[in-house]
């Protein structure tokens, strides 16, 4: 063998164990697992918090019942220290109704420049025009689901938060309002209040990292797929969030598979106001009523449905993105 065949052999069989353990090295990253972090998700406060909005009876648009509820939401974050806005506006429905309309948007450690949003609707559709019986399509939703829970983690989140000094990102909780005065039939009838506060930030140049919405989080039998157009603008925010769920221990309520693309708030924080937010949101593949479960849009939609075991895993997975950043 002459020398330089024999360099060139020693520094090709150098590059190869090299590449072997850059490989390996990108192999252990890979399957690196997050541990679980932050403080224990009070699945009976939460549903306390639930109960309690509905105690107000349905915060349908201009009800008295809504104002009270809007009012009490609005105290309880203050309660736990965080800085509150609401931001009014009188928005019109798709049948030309005036809807008196207030996002509330409340805000721990206000000055932190580096901020994560997590948002969900407060109001009650006016209608259960889903309900299997329709003598029942004229009357009000208590919407215990579809409302109440999302703002119910969120509450809860708020008082945990208020014993940590360590978290090192601020949060923005923003509680939509006008999301469920709308008709399939006319584009752009839902999420009114989510519009307008895409179209009229709370606070000029708003951009925190991304935002996570809730909507129907304490079901019965809930499971989280992946959102169609959270998928499409904001795949790695749909990652880190179903990653969370697994490290936290409820992967199986937030399955990676895809589920349907939905018209709800996150639209236009994604399309107006460019804020890359993705939608945890049940979908049930086989109910024959709704893929959005049995008591979607109905007079069941009531706390005897609500499940503490759902908050429990959509709350837990919250702190643990929230506290794994």
Same mark, same amino acid.
Request: charged share 20%.
């Given at each position: 063998m002459t020398k @330089?065949?024999? %360099?060139?052999?020693?520094?090709? +069989?150098?590059?190869?164990?090299? *590449?072997? &353990?850059?490989?390996?090295?990108?192999?252990?990253a890979a399957t690196t697992k997050e541990t679980p972090v932050g403080p224990a998700f009070e699945a009976d406060s939460a549903y306390a918090? *639930? !109960?309690? $909005?509905?105690?107000? &009876? @349905?915060? +349908?648009?201009?009800? !008295?019942?809504? !104002?009270? *509820?809007?009012?009490?939401?609005?105290?309880?974050?203050?309660h736990y220290g965080l800085k509150v806005i609401e931001q009014r506006a009188t928005l019109r429905g798709f049948d030309g109704t005036p809807l008196k309309s207030t996002n509330i948007i409340a805000s721990y450690q206000p000055k932190a420049p580096?901020?994560?949003?997590? *948002?969900?609707?407060w109001d009650s559709r006016p209608w259960a025009d889903n309900d299997p019986d329709t003598l029942n399509h004229s009357k009000p939703v208590m919407a215990a689901n579809d409302g109440a829970s999302g703002v119910a983690v969120m %509450?809860?989140?708020?008082? %945990?938060?208020?014993?940590? +000094?360590?978290?090192p990102i601020g949060v923005d909780f923003i509680c939509f309002d006008a999301e469920d005065w709308g008709s399939d039939d006319v584009p752009d009838s839902w999420a009114l209040g989510a519009q307008h506060w895409a179209a009229n930030l709370h606070q000029p140049g708003y951009k925190p990292r991304y935002g996570i919405l809730l909507d129907m989080v304490g079901g019965? &039998?809930?499971?989280?797929? $992946?959102?169609g157009f959270s998928r499409h603008y904001a795949p790695q925010v749909v990652n880190r969030v179903w990653q969370a769920a697994e490290a936290a221990g409820y992967g199986s309520f937030f399955p990676k598979d895809a589920g349907n693309a939905i018209t709800d708030d996150h639209g236009p924080v994604n399309e107006t106001a460019h804020i890359p937010c993705i939608d945890i949101i049940p979908y049930y593949p086989d109910c024959p009523q709704s893929s959005f479960g049995p008591t979607w849009h109905t007079v069941n939609d009531t706390m005897e449905h609500i499940d503490r075991n759902t908050l429990k895993a959509v709350g837990q997975t919250l702190v643990q993105v929230l506290f794994n950043t």
């Open positions: @330089p065949f024999f %360099l060139i052999i020693l520094i090709a +069989t150098l590059s190869m164990l090299a *590449c072997s &353990g850059t490989k390996r090295q990108g192999q252990d918090f *639930c !109960e309690r $909005q509905c105690a107000f &009876g @349905p915060r +349908t648009m201009n009800s !008295e019942a809504h !104002e009270a *509820c809007g009012q009490w939401i609005a105290a309880q974050f203050e580096d901020r994560i949003m997590i *948002c969900a609707h %509450l809860e989140l708020a008082r %945990l938060l208020k014993t940590q +000094t360590s978290l019965r &039998g809930a499971r989280f797929y $992946q959102e």
